[in-house]
């Protein structure tokens, strides 16, 4: 399959593009003038670095569609992007953005990571909240807003920065850093955020939304986006060759050795060579671990996707800390319809995105209607790629699952992921493996095929598949005609001892 660059940079030996088509790549050689770069992570006066040593994931930046000018229409009225704020929290980041109206009023349009919520301020300031900021749980608390229960869905402590900002924004940041409390509410599509950091607290009301409906014009292309969301970021630094004196340059923090461009020499900027190369073999090892490559293609569903990001997760029982089961989530992402999450366990594979609207729930505080499938704990074991929050070896999150089948259809799972700050819920539906075969190039599998036959793993079937089981049961005998002609198999006591396991 064909697959895309990753991370870009600059040499900084001779400013030739240097490409990496594997997140997890550490070391880069320049194919121009083969002076050798070392990614690592960091801090300088340019913030933190894109490629992270050790076993944590790297921050995807600035993956946006939007950018200040773009227009939509939101409830039959239209609006300009007009500034932007950037706001951090302890594992990642997201995207406010300032909305003007053309009938003067003003909103904000939330992105984080795959959803977008469109709110605006309410005049009435809320003088009571739930108790206070350290006292809403996630999941559990809840608030009575216009009549109906809201759910604490995300609770967070936040930064932002003059730096983070763009264009105009409607309040002073003269400091260097601000800090603020902020608690998320759902329910159904609606969306209600309270701004504890300030008294009376300040309210924002109003829905999540789609990118299709709020029909944007003037939006980055995918261009702009790949070349944005994928570049290492690292202050140029010089200094003169000690064996010839000729300048040499690299980015801080990016670099830990190169070649003298004039003499060849081979010159060290850090001392953590064998840290480094420690992580290096921490992030090939773990790279191995996944089926699919980062920086794939495939397309699903009719949408082409590039493979982004891959999580190993350890099912953690209660009963059992020595846990034996894993499973892997891969972050797929096009550029204008933005994420989804392609799950494997096993041989069998499922399409999950996060819902937009959330189920109505009964008063155990489960989807109504639908009936629980399973409830475990799932611990990362290896990140690699790049995710829209920073993945950490060791973090634990706790999962529902539900049947969805009386309010989404057959073979829909309902499932909601929870972390001490947030939860999400998202509906998943399986992928067959020939689907995954067609999208990314999975290697034939005789013994999938003969289950795919034996069983079908789409029960509206017609001639056209009926044909393609024949020819794979057909292959599947071929190639396994010697075996079966074996003098060996050929007695009853061989033909009784034949694995059978499909």
Not at 461 to 481: E, F, P, T
Request: proline share 3%; charged share 20%.
């Amino acid at each position: 399959m064909e697959k895309t660059p990753f991370f870009k940079t600059d040499c900084p030996s001779c400013g030739a593009p240097v490409e990496a088509y594997s997140a997890t790549a550490v070391t880069l050689v320049c194919g121009h003038c083969h002076s050798m770069l070392v990614a690592r992570s960091g801090k300088g006066r340019s913030g933190y670095f894109v490629a992270n040593s050790g076993r944590d994931s790297a921050l995807l930046e600035d993956f946006s569609p939007l950018q200040i000018g773009t227009r939509g229409v939101f409830d039959d009225r239209k609006f300009t992007l007009i500034g932007r704020l950037q706001v951090h929290y302890d594992v990642g980041a997201w995207n406010e953005w300032y909305v003007l109206f053309d009938d003067g009023q003003t909103g904000w349009l939330s992105e984080v990571g795959d959803l977008y919520a469109m709110t605006c301020l309410l005049a009435q300031k809320r003088r009571r909240g739930p108790k206070n900021f350290k006292s809403v749980k996630v999941g559990s608390s809840s608030l009575i807003f216009n009549g109906q229960t809201f759910i604490a869905s995300d609770v967070r402590t936040i930064h932002y920065r003059n730096t983070d900002a763009q264009g105009e924004l409607p309040f002073n940041l003269s400091g260097n850093q601000a800090t603020g409390e902020v608690c998320d509410w759902r329910r159904g599509n609606l969306f209600l955020t309270l701004d504890y950091s300030t008294f009376p607290m300040d309210s924002y009301f109003g829905r999540i939304v789609s990118l299709d409906s709020l029909k944007l014009e003037n939006k980055r292309s995918d261009d702009e986006i790949r070349e944005s969301a994928g570049r290492l970021k690292g202050e140029i630094l010089s200094e003169n060759c000690p064996h010839c004196g000729a300048p040499v340059h690299w980015p801080s923090g990016v670099t830990s050795f190169l070649l003298c461009q004039s003499c060849g020499s081979s010159l060290n900027t850090t001392k953590d060579t064998v840290a480094l190369m420690k992580a290096n073999a921490q992030r090939k090892e773990q790279e191995n671990l996944f089926t699919l490559s980062i920086g794939t293609k495939g397309r699903l569903n009719d949408t082409e996707y590039l493979i982004i990001g891959a999580v190993r997760f350890a099912e953690i029982s209660s009963y059992n800390q020595n846990q034996s089961e894993y499973w892997t989530e891969y972050l797929l992402y096009n550029t204008q319809q933005g994420f989804a999450w392609l799950i494997e366990s096993g041989k069998r594979w499922r399409l999950s995105e996060t819902l937009h609207t959330w189920p109505d729930f009964d008063s155990s505080g489960n989807p109504a209607g639908e009936m629980l499938i399973d409830h475990y704990r799932g611990r990362v074991e290896a990140a690699a790629g790049a995710f829209y929050w920073k993945v950490k070896q060791g973090d634990l999150l706790h999962y529902k699952e539900y049947s969805g089948k009386k309010s989404y259809g057959r073979n829909v799972i309902l499932c909601s992921e929870q972390s001490k700050d947030e939860i999400v819920w998202s509906k998943s539906i399986p992928v067959s493996y020939r689907q995954m075969r067609k999208a990314f190039g999975l290697s034939f599998d005789t013994k999938e095929m003969l289950s795919y036959w034996l069983k079908g793993e789409n029960r509206n079937v017609g001639s056209r598949d009926n044909v393609a089981r024949i020819i794979a049961m057909l292959i599947l005998i071929i190639v396994n005609l010697p075996a079966w002609l074996s003098p060996h198999l050929r007695s009853p006591v061989g033909i009784v001892g034949m694995d059978m396991d499909f």
